[in-house]
């Protein structure tokens, strides 16, 4: 990983993940939690219990590459901001919890557990966003097939999800101080349409118009199939 510094540097940090969480139905704004909830709904999802939820899943699912593998069409990506706690260190980022839609009408744990996670792999240290973290972006674009250009699929400030330090409760609640290489994604925010699109690839990112940066990254969606005697 790199860890982008306020004053433009790189420097390389390797991050041991000791556990791999992911939180959902996260927003701030009730309405917009429910507007997500109506979104996997209409696919046939159930709700979940209680809100907001948070699971683990193995950590080797994380990955920075630029593939998702999947076994089934209807797979697609959704944006959300990263947490990762390396040391007394909180750094930041930006992530797509690729997620199978077929599946997660069955089971919303299982069809987590069949594609991988993407990270994008630079992350800015906590310490200097903190202070304006409501106005960091985050966006996610889609390029579906025949299309020629990816288009914007999701845009929000981070303020429409619990911020960093609501999560830290939740899991000093349950974690007590255990959350040395932990890494956390965020919960999302509702696609534009309100219909989750099955893209052959996606694109996410993270701006602060403060720091005038952006993390932002690229993945596509490669269907492995299954050819038996």
Same mark, same amino acid.
């Given at each position: 990983? #790199?860890?982008?510094?306020?004053?433009?540097?790189?420097? +390389?940090?390797? !991050?041991?993940?000791?556990?791999? #969480?992911?939180?959902?139905? $996260?927003?701030?704004?009730?309405?917009?939690?429910? +507007?997500? *909830?109506?979104?996997?709904?209409?696919?046939?999802?159930?709700?979940?219990?209680?809100?907001?939820?948070? %699971?683990?899943?193995?950590?080797?699912?994380?990955?920075?590459?630029g593939v998702v593998e999947v076994l089934g069409h209807n797979t697609s990506g959704e944006v959300e901001y990263? *947490?990762?706690?390396?040391?007394?260190? !909180?750094?930041?980022?930006?992530?797509?919890?690729?997620?199978?839609?077929? #599946?997660?009408?069955?089971? !919303?744990?299982?069809?987590?557990?069949?594609? +991988?996670?993407?990270?994008?792999?630079?992350?800015?240290?906590? $310490? +200097?966003?903190? %202070?304006?973290?409501?106005?960091?972006?985050?966006?996610?674009?889609?390029?579906?097939?025949?299309?020629?250009?990816?288009?914007?699929?999701?845009?929000?400030?981070? $303020?429409?999800?619990?911020d960093v330090r609501a999560w830290m409760e939740v899991l000093s609640k349950r974690l007590g101080d255990r959350?040395?290489?932990?890494?956390?994604?965020?919960?999302?925010?509702?696609?534009?349409?309100?219909?989750?699109?099955?893209?052959?690839?996606? $694109? *996410?990112?993270?701006?602060?118009?403060?720091?005038?940066?952006?993390?932002?990254?690229?993945?596509?969606?490669?269907?492995?199939?299954?050819?038996?005697?």
């Open positions: 990983m #790199l860890v982008h510094g306020t004053d433009g540097s790189f420097r +390389a940090r390797q !991050i041991r993940v000791s556990r791999f #969480l992911y939180g959902g139905f $996260a927003g701030r704004d009730e309405r917009a939690v429910q +507007a997500h *909830i109506e979104e996997l709904r209409r696919i046939g999802v159930s709700p979940p219990m209680e809100t907001p939820t948070l %699971n683990a899943l193995p950590a080797s699912l994380l990955t920075t590459g990263v *947490i990762v706690f390396d040391g007394d260190e !909180i750094l930041v980022g930006v992530g797509s919890d690729h997620t199978d839609r077929e #599946l997660e009408k069955q089971d !919303i744990r299982v069809s987590k557990q069949v594609c +991988a996670k993407v990270l994008a792999p630079v992350l800015w240290e906590y $310490a +200097a966003v903190e %202070n304006h973290w409501d106005e960091l972006v985050i966006r996610s674009w889609v390029h579906e097939s025949g299309e020629s250009e990816p288009r914007l699929y999701q845009e929000s400030s981070v $303020a429409e999800l619990l959350t040395d290489g932990v890494v956390l994604f965020s919960g999302t925010v509702p696609v534009f349409g309100g219909a989750l699109v099955c893209g052959e690839s996606y $694109a *996410i990112g993270l701006e602060d118009p403060v720091l005038r940066r952006e993390i932002r990254y690229s993945y596509r969606v490669k269907f492995v199939a299954c050819h038996g005697r």
